[in-house]
């Protein structure tokens, strides 16, 4: 029995799920990914497919590993086959994660205007539209870049963590940066929704979602692997045409 590897490697540290089917075996994240590490998931679970996405210029020698353990491997790249349309007008720029989680919400979305909301150091917007069109999205500050920034460019404004009390309105300054910082997101979230038809879904994913999602009022879909689902589904939709 075969499994798909799919590998989403950050700026700062690397996914790897394995799957089975559209089921969700094991997701391992690894703050350097090495070949050694590869080999010992192929050797639990020996991998029939895999692909390999990446938002920096390196992965090489991961690649070369992977096409040598399994025989299908896919790198993720803008002119990758996919389940859904790229209505971005320069796909070339568009970041292949945030493909991945269109991706990933496509299949739940049935037929629905859809919301993919990756919130991280970055919060990507990204509109689906129920025809399986990529329409476009927005990038915003994260909730810690928001904070980063108050501290950065101002000259007595102290820098605090996402972590704390978070009321309505702030009794004191740090209250206040963190209160404005995550109400910000959570307003943007809600204008966002607004801007869409009739009954839109909102996806949720990413690092800092554990943050913001117990706050929002909206109704919600929470996928810590959201971009690993898209992955998945990109492989299958290769794999099967």
Not at 40 to 56: D, E, G, N, Q
Not at 181 to 199: F, K, Q
Not at 218 to 241: A, C, F, M, R
Request: net charge neutral.
């Amino acid at each position: 029995m075969g499994y798909n590897f799919t590998i989403d490697q950050g700026n700062t540290a690397a996914k790897v799920a394995v799957w089975h089917n559209d089921r969700i075996l094991e997701v391992d994240c690894y703050r350097r990914l090495t070949t050694a590490h590869i080999q010992s998931l192929a050797r639990k679970y020996p991998p029939s497919a895999a692909i390999y996405c990446t938002v920096t210029c390196k992965g090489g020698e991961i690649v070369g590993e992977l096409k040598r353990l399994c025989p299908c491997v896919y790198t993720m790249m803008a002119s990758t086959p996919l389940p859904v349309k790229i209505g971005y007008r320069t796909p070339a720029t568009l970041g292949l994660d945030r493909i991945a989680a269109v991706v990933g919400a496509y299949t739940s979305a049935a037929g629905k205007w859809a919301l993919v909301v990756d919130i991280g150091t970055a919060i990507t917007y990204d509109v689906l539209s129920p025809e399986g069109v990529f329409i476009g999205g927005n990038i915003a500050p994260g909730v810690f870049m928001r904070l980063e920034a108050l501290n950065h460019y101002t000259a007595r404004l102290p820098l605090v963590e996402t972590g704390g009390e978070c009321p309505e309105w702030g009794y004191d300054t740090e209250t206040a940066l963190r209160s404005g910082a995550i109400s910000g997101v959570i307003a943007e979230l809600d204008l966002y929704r607004r801007r869409l038809p009739g009954e839109a879904m909102v996806f949720l994913t990413g690092g800092a979602v554990d943050l913001i999602a117990p706050r929002v009022e909206l109704p919600v879909t929470v996928d810590h692997h959201l971009v690993q689902k898209g992955l998945n589904s990109i492989i299958n939709y290769n794999e099967n045409k």
